[in-house]
């Protein structure tokens, strides 16, 4: 249901739907993803991009990747 309100209000106002939606997506990460030791969602996230930015550079660096 939240990716369908996203897409339409970003087909019916693309100029605020960029925005808005990135704000809603961060909402709905917050509410999701709690951290039992935090309060806040924000190191939860922060360790979750980073683990995926470790990834991601681990599987860009790995021989082979630029074919």
Do not use: C, K, Y
Request: net charge neutral; hydrophobic share 50%; no cysteine.
């Amino acid at each position: 249901m939240l990716l369908s309100a996203l897409r339409d209000w970003a087909r019916d106002s693309p100029t605020t739907a960029v925005p808005g939606i990135a704000r809603s997506l961060v909402q709905f990460a917050v509410s999701v993803i709690p951290d039992p030791d935090r309060p806040d969602a924000a190191g939860t996230l922060e360790a979750l991009r980073d683990a995926r930015l470790a990834v991601a550079h681990a599987v860009h660096s790995a021989p082979g990747a630029h074919r």
